[in-house]
């Protein structure tokens, strides 16, 4: 499966972004789909994640109360609504899928299998 983010932008401390996540070249037949999100230097770190069939998620701390995953299996997209933002939000964020046939969440990126090319996010104090 392809992965396509993209919604990412400049936007200052405060302020609201929504982040989509969309399969391309098929159906989204994977059930657990994940956002990262790395600065330089880092590694890549988990922010949230949801299972497509049940509609469990699962939050960073850092990001509990402000971020909310969703998915419109529908339009095979997954959302990532990024509300407050802070300039410490500022990365690279990735949206990555697990296998088809796992249904188990995991905040570990070496558990993804399929990766999209990463949208910018810079949030400005």
């Known amino acids: 499966v392809q992965l396509q983010a993209s919604g990412g932008g400049l936007v200052q401390a405060g302020d609201s972004l929504r982040l989509s996540c969309q399969a391309s070249?098929?159906?989204?037949?994977?059930?657990?789909v994940g956002w990262f999100r790395q600065t330089p230097g880092k590694e890549r770190e988990f922010v949230a994640a949801?299972?497509?069939?049940?509609?469990?998620?699962v939050y960073a701390e850092s990001v509990k109360g402000r971020f909310t995953i969703s998915s419109v299996n529908a339009k095979n997209t997954v959302y990532l609504q990024m509300n407050s933002l802070k300039p410490e939000d500022t990365a690279v964020y990735y949206c990555?899928?697990?296998?088809?046939?796992?249904?188990?969440?995991?905040?570990?990126?070496?558990?993804?299998?399929?990766w999209g090319q990463g949208t910018q996010v810079t949030v400005s104090s």
């Open positions: 990555g899928a697990r296998g088809s046939r796992i249904t188990v969440i995991a905040r570990s990126p070496g558990q993804y299998s399929y």
């Open positions: 949801i299972s497509r069939n049940s509609g469990s998620t």
């Open positions: 070249g098929g159906t989204f037949g994977n059930n657990v």
